[in-house]
């Protein structure tokens, strides 16, 4: 099953165009899969039955995995028999059937305007990392990019004459305009604090870390939490709270929704749509707090 899996993520990278971190994540929950059936004394593909996946979905549920982690090993699962039934390693899909459970899906947490700008004030411009941290912050609410899109980012993918950044998944890029709080921030971070954090590196990426390599996206979250806490900040903080808060903060402010779904790189708009409910939301509960007739 090992080659069965290298050719699947082969397929994907090279001609679905999937992205490194899609990838990584479709091979992950295979490899587990893997392990699972040779604990079970089945080596190849074609030994795998309905039965096998069954028992296999319950092991994951009994470990305390969540709905969705669940959903997304079955979802790994059926793109892989799929492919494998498509490229005719095997004649039937043992996987056509297995039912994913049900996924309640949770609004992605917000901050208000007041918050993010008490968050983007925490770094001071006193020592290099600081700087460096104020840029990213600016840069990442400025834009709506993914954490991935952030620390992916090389210095040719910046603009600072016109303010647009290009965001690249995979084969797939977008250009994302940004204001003169995020260009100032940058500027600053290229002309005293880049140099600094390289420590003699040669690099392409826009943003490094304190050993003068590549970011990570771990590291991104943990000074994120930082900051969070320096604000006063309760609400909860992930890797992409500050992406939300930009979507939402821009319907509320009278953005057309196709182009946050641009900006976004959201393949359907239903998935924008949300913002647009949290949008409301939000409105009304103000509304609900302020207007002495409620």
Known sequence: MEIDISKFTAYLREEKNASDSTVASYQRDLKKLESFLQEHGIENIRQ?????????ILYLERQGLSAATVS?????????????????????????NLKAPHVTKR???VLTTEEVT???????????????????????????????????????????????????EGLKERVIPFGSAAKNAIELYLKSARDILLKQEKTEALFTNCSGRQMSRQGFWKLIKQYAERAHIT????????????????????????????????????????????????????????????
């Open 72 to 96: 997304r090993n079955i979802a790994s699962i059926r793109s892989f028999f799929h492919y494998a039934v498509k490229r005719r390693e095997i004649e039937e899909d043992p996987s056509e």
């Open 118 to 168: 008490r968050l983007l004030e925490q770094p001071c411009r006193e020592n290099p990392k600081e700087i460096r941290d104020k840029a990213m912050m600016e840069l990442l609410y400025a834009t709506g990019m993914r954490v991935t899109e952030l620390i992916s980012l090389k210095l040719s993918d910046i603009n600072l004459n016109l303010n647009y950044v290009i965001c690249r």
């Open 48 to 56: 795998i039955t309905v039965t096998n996946l069954n028992s296999y």
């Open 235 to 294: 609400a909860d903080i992930t890797p992409h709270t500050l992406r939300h808060s930009f979507a939402v903060h821009l319907v509320q402010n009278g953005a057309d929704l196709k182009a946050v779904q641009e900006m976004m790189g959201h393949s359907d708009i239903s998935t924008t749509q949300i913002y647009m409910n949290l949008a409301a939301s939000r409105i009304k509960e103000v509304y609900e707090k302020a207007h002495p007739r409620k």
């Open 107 to 109: 609004a992605p947490g």
